[in-house]
């Protein structure tokens, strides 16, 4: 006997793509909350961090703290926005992500292994805050 495959009820897609939010929420509260312990570290004694010679991008790594701090806190906040599901809390987490992202690569060599895999976590959240899909296939946003 052979089944047909069906299409999955809208309720079970809607309850996927929540949880992808969900999973992008919590992972963004995590890398927020462990970016802010790095800058509580740079600030606090840099000297746990080792410096590359002869990087393209050197840094005051006092400053550079700071930067992981903010970075980190608006995560943590951008990322409430996320568990109550609104449309700016995507887009603010899409471009926090990103953020880190980038001040992950620029402090590479004074932390390798963290910055990595802060970036490859930030990818994960950016890819899933951007499959979310709010309106129903086949119809374009906004429309009636």
């Known amino acids: 006997m052979t089944t047909t495959p069906q299409a999955r009820p809208e309720s079970a897609k809607q309850q996927w793509?929540?949880?992808?939010?969900?999973f992008g929420a919590v992972m963004l509260?995590?890398?927020g909350v462990l970016d802010i312990f790095r800058g509580i570290m740079g600030i606090a004694q840099d000297n746990v961090f080792i410096a590359t010679p002869n990087y393209v991008f050197?840094?005051?790594l006092t400053g550079w703290g700071?930067?992981?701090l903010i970075l980190g806190a608006v995560a943590v906040v951008v990322s409430m926005g996320?568990?109550?599901g609104t449309l700016w809390g995507r887009v603010a987490g899409v471009v926090i992500a990103g953020f880190i992202i980038i001040a992950n690569f620029l402090s590479m060599p004074?932390?390798?292994?963290?910055s990595i895999v802060a970036i490859a976590i930030?990818?994960?959240v950016i890819w899933a805050l951007c499959v979310v899909r709010t309106?129903?296939?086949g119809t374009i946003a906004g429309a009636p």
């Open 135 to 137: 309106e129903k296939p």
């Open 110 to 114: 004074y932390y390798p292994v963290w």
């Open 58 to 60: 050197q840094y005051d």
């Open 82 to 84: 996320l568990f109550q």
């Open 122 to 124: 930030s990818g994960f």
């Open 29 to 31: 509260v995590i890398l």
């Open 66 to 68: 700071w930067v992981h």
């Open 17 to 22: 793509a929540s949880g992808l939010m969900m």
